[in-house]
């Protein structure tokens, strides 16, 4: 099985690259973003307790977002692997996830870290939130916290998956097509 890891900063574009990579390989696309916004609708105690963190910017707790994704290895069936999309944010979360597909003989396959400026997230957020009207895009200030989250708890995982020779970077700022061959290339 291949986990390849889609990464990079808020608006760099992982929900649009990871559509075209899980369709072009097989793999089953995991937002833990979209699960999360999913118990959000459903208005379960989960999604209640998760919405106020992240309207505020915040991560939810790393237990929350492990379950998720071991439930998800543990119940799709017929892929040829898996594309994580927002998940690992911390190196607990990282270490979590090598320790799951351990269990099971399995390692990280890569991990493809699409690259923005900071300059550039806050103008790609608020042209994403008039289309898909997410809350934690609304607000500048939810804006600035999950830069300064993924500054923070985040961007040390480029450090982790480097020592492992996992990580590969694309350039994130030009068009979506162009996003797309230059990660199709990082994969072969
Ligand atoms: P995303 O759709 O990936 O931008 O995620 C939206 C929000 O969901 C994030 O800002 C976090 O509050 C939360 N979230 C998503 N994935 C994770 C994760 N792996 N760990 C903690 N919080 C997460």
């Known amino acids: 099985m291949k986990y390849y890891i889609l990464f990079g900063p808020p608006g760099a574009g992982k929900g649009t690259q990871a559509m075209a990579m899980a369709q072009k390989f097989n793999l ?4 833990t973003g979209e699960l999360l916004r999913a118990e959000i609708s459903a208005g379960t105690e989960l999604g209640l307790r998760a919405a106020a963190l992240i ?3 915040k991560l939810v707790p790393d237990e929350v977002v492990e379950g998720m994704i071991a439930s998800r290895f543990a119940s ?3 892929v040829d692997g898996f594309l994580l999309d927002g998940f690992p944010r911390t190196l607990k979360q990282a270490e979590a996830l090598d320790e799951l597909l351990d269990e099971d003989g399995e390692v990280v396959t890569a991990v493809v870290s699409i690259m923005i400026p900071d ?3 806050v103008e790609r957020i608020q042209g994403r939130a008039m289309k898909e009207g997410r809350a934690d895009d609304a607000s500048l200030a939810t804006i600035q916290n999950r830069i300064d989250t993924y500054h923070a708890q985040t961007e040390p995982l480029i450090a ?3 020592a492992r020779g996992k990580y ?4 994130g700022t030009g068009a979506i097509e162009d996003v797309r061959e230059a990660i199709f290339k990082k994969l072969v």
């Open 28 to 31: 089953c696309h995991v937002s």
């Open 55 to 57: 309207n505020d910017g």
């Open 76 to 78: 799709v069936k017929n």
């Open 119 to 121: 300059s550039m997230i």
């Open 160 to 162: 982790y998956y480097k």
């Open 168 to 171: 590969r970077e694309v350039d």
